[in-house]
């Protein structure tokens, strides 16, 4: 008999976490004003908010911690760091930044001005906060099959190459770079394909635009583009990383995803024009050029995590967990974003909870619901996330409205998985009884779900 698939690892740490009754989660969320981002830690059994920054590191990642050089300026572990994003990625300058949007911020403060077009794929909020908030304007471009959770197409997160060019054709002068988020996390944490960062580098250069890559999590869209692009199979991840990255001139990058860290992030560029504004605006906003924001603890176990995350051992044990909650989904006839993406599950909540009307925001409903259920916090991606559009200030309930499962790395088992999955049927069997969701009492201008404040109806 063969023998099943397993973790390729073993767990040597562990942390304790409560379960609740359901009356004082009924009390809980109604004091976070059905915001699961106002709701403390302690109040949640299985935290699905992210995947970002939530992950277990390894033993080697703890024991970089202890040699972590906390030099001011030229530390060994910024040199560990920048050597090892230099052999992933092919780019010679690295600026560290202490998260994600802090990269976004230091390089599209040297990029971006008011009037300019961002083009890309389903770009992230804090992306598309950055843009906006700088008086400029995010096009997405991903391809129409994004849109139909039903569709099983291999590589969803993909560039629509026609949008593209029709958006550059338009708009050329006021395009300072093409953005690809890989995966693509808005869209279900759906990959890019090799084949179409290659066609969006051609189209970009026809039009002498450079290409920027949103990597949170590009270790795990090389691993989509080895199992179901052709011509990768004899591949490794490390290979397939160097090539994805050869169609790009930067990346900003969230360590707190595929780099295994709790903190951290950075900007990496084969341009020196870009190292050289970017190294300013991180000097005010992050710190010295050598550090920016994180220790040089951090630094070594991000250096560690990067080189952990680019085997295909480690990837293949994590996106089989997402596909594990994926089929017991299925068992129950649930309808989610197809095929299980990289990260997360992403559930239509539209198709669940029919009779909530858009206005009254069905994954924010369906979040309530599941936290309720049986103290999973989930998160919506959907209508609250896309925030109000700059112009007209009406809500944009133009996109998918989806109820995110985000499974932090290494941190859960499969059993958790099966807690997950049957808290979501009890919910999915007496959806009809769900008719009314929420309304917002109070909303920020830009990237409000953090904050907003819902009232039940
Ligand atoms: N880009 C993508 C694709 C992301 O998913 C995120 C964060 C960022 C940029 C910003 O990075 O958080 O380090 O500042 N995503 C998290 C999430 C928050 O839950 O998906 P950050």
């Given at each position: 008999m063969?023998?099943p698939f397993?973790?390729?690892?073993?767990i040597?740490?562990i942390?304790p976490?409560r379960?609740?009754?359901?009356?004082?989660?009924e009390k809980?969320?109604k004091?976070a004003n059905?915001?699961v981002?106002?709701?403390?830690a302690?109040?949640?059994?299985?935290?699905?908010?992210t995947d970002?920054?939530?992950?277990?590191?390894?033993?080697?990642?703890w024991a970089?911690?202890?040699l972590?050089d906390?030099s001011?300026?030229?530390?060994?572990s910024?040199l560990?760091?920048k050597?090892?994003?230099t052999?992933i990625?092919?780019?010679?300058?690295?600026?560290p930044?202490?998260?994600g949007?802090a990269?976004?911020?230091?390089?599209?403060?040297?990029?971006?001005?008011a009037?300019d077009?961002?083009?890309?794929?389903?770009?992230?909020?804090?992306?598309?906060?950055?843009?906006e908030s700088?008086k400029?304007?995010?096009?997405d471009?991903?391809i129409?099959?994004?849109?139909?959770?039903?569709?099983?197409?291999?590589?969803?997160?993909?560039?629509?190459?026609k949008?593209?060019e029709i958006c550059?054709?338009?708009?050329?002068d006021?395009?300072?770079?093409?953005?690809v988020?890989?995966?693509?996390?808005?869209?279900?944490?759906?990959?890019v394909?090799?084949?179409?960062?290659?066609?969006?580098?051609?189209i970009?250069?026809?039009y002498?635009?450079?290409v920027?890559?949103?990597?949170a999590?590009?270790?795990?869209n090389?691993?989509?583009?080895?199992i179901?692009e052709?011509?990768y199979?004899?591949?490794s991840i490390?290979?397939?990383?160097?090539e994805?990255?050869?169609y790009?001139?930067?990346?900003?990058?969230?360590?707190?995803?595929?780099?295994l860290?709790?903190?951290?992030?950075?900007?990496?560029?084969?341009s020196?024009?870009?190292?050289d504004?970017?190294?300013?605006?991180?000097?005010?906003y992050?710190?010295?050029?050598?550090?920016?924001g994180?220790s040089?603890?951090?630094m070594n176990?991000?250096a560690?995590g990067?080189?952990?995350?680019?085997?295909?051992?480690?990837?293949?044990?994590r996106?089989k967990q997402?596909?594990y909650?994926?089929?017991?989904?299925?068992?129950?006839g649930?309808p989610y974003?197809?095929p299980?993406?990289?990260?997360?599950i992403?559930?239509?909540?539209p198709?669940?909870?029919t009779?909530?009307?858009?206005?009254?925001f069905p994954?924010q409903?369906?979040?309530?619901e599941l936290?309720?259920?049986a103290?999973?916090?989930?998160?919506?991606i959907?209508?609250?996330l896309?925030d109000?559009?700059?112009?007209t200030r009406?809500?944009r309930f133009?996109?998918?409205?989806?109820?995110?499962?985000?499974i932090p790395?290494r941190v859960y088992?499969?059993?958790?998985?099966?807690?997950i999955a049957?808290?979501?049927?009890n919910?999915?069997?007496?959806?009809?009884?769900?008719?009314?969701?929420v309304?917002i009492?109070?909303?920020?201008?830009?990237m409000?779900?953090?904050?907003?404040?819902?009232q039940?109806?």
């Amino acid at each position: 008999m063969e023998l099943p698939f397993a973790e390729s690892w073993k767990i040597k740490m562990i942390e304790p976490i409560r379960k609740s009754t359901r009356s004082e989660r009924e009390k809980w969320i109604k004091e976070a004003n059905y915001n699961v981002f106002q709701l403390k830690a302690e109040q949640v059994y299985i935290d699905l908010l992210t995947d970002s920054g939530t992950g277990a590191m390894s033993d080697r990642q703890w024991a970089g911690i202890m040699l972590g050089d906390e030099s001011y300026a030229g530390a060994t572990s910024f040199l560990k760091m920048k050597d090892m994003i230099t052999k992933i990625t092919g780019f010679d300058y690295v600026l560290p930044t202490h998260q994600g949007r802090a990269a976004e911020n230091v390089l599209f403060s040297c990029l971006i001005k008011a009037g300019d077009f961002i083009p890309g794929n389903s770009h992230f909020d804090t992306t598309k906060g950055h843009i906006e908030s700088r008086k400029a304007f995010a096009i997405d471009c991903t391809i129409d099959e994004a849109k139909d959770t039903q569709l099983e197409v291999p590589f969803k997160g993909n560039v629509d190459p026609k949008k593209l060019e029709i958006c550059l054709a338009e708009h050329h002068d006021k395009i300072p770079f093409v953005i690809v988020t890989i995966t693509n996390n808005t869209a279900g944490g759906q990959p890019v394909s090799m084949e179409n960062l290659r066609e969006v580098r051609k189209i970009a250069n026809k039009y002498k635009k450079p290409v920027l890559f949103d990597s949170a999590r590009f270790a795990e869209n090389a691993y989509f583009i080895k199992i179901r692009e052709k011509g990768y199979q004899n591949k490794s991840i490390k290979e397939i990383c160097k090539e994805m990255f050869t169609y790009a001139d930067g990346m900003t990058m969230s360590a707190k995803k595929d780099a295994l860290v709790n903190m951290g992030g950075f900007i990496a560029t084969r341009s020196q024009e870009w190292y050289d504004c970017a190294k300013v605006f991180g000097i005010v906003y992050e710190g010295y050029i050598t550090y920016g924001g994180m220790s040089g603890r951090d630094m070594n176990a991000l250096a560690i995590g990067l080189d952990e995350n680019t085997e295909f051992d480690m990837l293949e044990t994590r996106i089989k967990q997402v596909e594990y909650l994926a089929q017991r989904l299925d068992e129950f006839g649930i309808p989610y974003q197809r095929p299980a993406g990289g990260h997360a599950i992403f559930v239509d909540a539209p198709k669940v909870l029919t009779y909530v009307p858009k206005e009254e925001f069905p994954a924010q409903t369906l979040t309530v619901e599941l936290y309720l259920e049986a103290g999973i916090r989930g998160v919506e991606i959907g209508y609250l996330l896309a925030d109000r559009d700059p112009v007209t200030r009406e809500n944009r309930f133009g996109g998918l409205d989806l109820l995110r499962l985000a499974i932090p790395r290494r941190v859960y088992t499969n059993n958790h998985m099966d807690v997950i999955a049957v808290a979501l049927k009890n919910v999915f069997d007496r959806r009809e009884t769900i008719t009314r969701g929420v309304k917002i009492a109070w909303e920020a201008e830009i990237m409000r779900h953090f904050t907003v404040k819902l009232q039940r109806l």
